[in-house]
């Protein structure tokens, strides 16, 4: 049972565009939702996070969207560059407790 | 801030046999729990320590234990080792009361 769902396990967007990357979840007890990113031979690294009492949450170039009546969360990044080529995971938790995460979505920034 | 560091790097073993990851939390950081990512997945969590006791536990047999120490470091032990334990297992810390993971670079298992 995938709590956290990132249907698209890929992206590429031109330098300079915006990305967006999307993810689902089905259980309505989480209460904060975080987005990472991981390059190769790394781990996965904080980027932003939202709490579910928020619909927005904005830092320099990313800004997390919380649709809660729809379980939909989104990350935007404007501009894109290059450095941000990487997998990026949506995670969810409640309680402070445990992360869900989805499985993952890989962004390429074609220049 | 050393950050989170995790050794070994990569490892291989054969069925049945045993093993011990080792991590290093990030000082102040007295809350760590392991995760164990499978090729194209997302990271499972596997458990989670503070203050040395574990206090919440995801969906892995009683083959995977820990141990967390007073020095902020901490081990994952798999025991009776399967095919399906070949990942990339990663430790990550944080202040309790924190929501913000920091995670090591993980160490690879290849099960033979």
């Known amino acids: 049972d995938q709590q956290v769902k990132q249907n698209s396990p890929s992206l590429s967007v031109q330098e300079g565009r915006i990305s967006i990357l999307n993810c689902d979840y089905t259980?309505?007890?989480?209460?904060?939702f975080l987005w990472y990113k991981k390059y190769p031979a790394e781990g996965p690294t904080f980027l932003i996070s939202?709490?579910?009492i928020k619909d927005k949450n904005e830092d320099g170039r990313f800004t997390v969207f919380l649709n809660k009546s729809a379980k939909h969360l989104s990350l935007h990044i404007v501009p894109s560059q290059p450095g941000d080529s990487a997998v990026y995971f949506c995670a969810a938790t409640w309680g402070n407790y445990q992360l869900i995460w989805g499985a993952g979505t890989k962004l390429i920034i074609k220049p | 801030e050393t950050g989170v560091t995790q050794s070994p790097t990569h490892l291989i073993k054969t069925r049945g046999q045993q093993v011990t990851l080792r991590c290093s939390s990030q000082s102040g950081h007295n809350t760590v729990s392991w995760y164990q990512q499978a090729l194209g997945q997302g990271p499972q969590f596997i458990f989670q320590?503070?203050?040395?006791?574990?206090?919440g536990r995801g969906n892995f047999p009683p083959r995977f234990s820990g141990l967390q120490f007073p020095n902020y470091s901490s081990e994952l032990n798999v025991n009776a080792l399967e095919l399906d334990d070949s990942a990339l297992y990663l430790c990550?810390?944080?202040?309790?009361?924190?929501?913000?993971?920091?995670f090591g670079a993980g160490s690879r298992l290849t099960v033979l």
């Open positions: 320590y503070y203050r040395e006791e574990e206090n």
């Open positions: 990550a810390s944080r202040p309790r009361g924190a929501n913000v993971l920091t």
């Open positions: 259980n309505s007890m989480f209460d904060y």
């Open positions: 939202i709490s579910s």
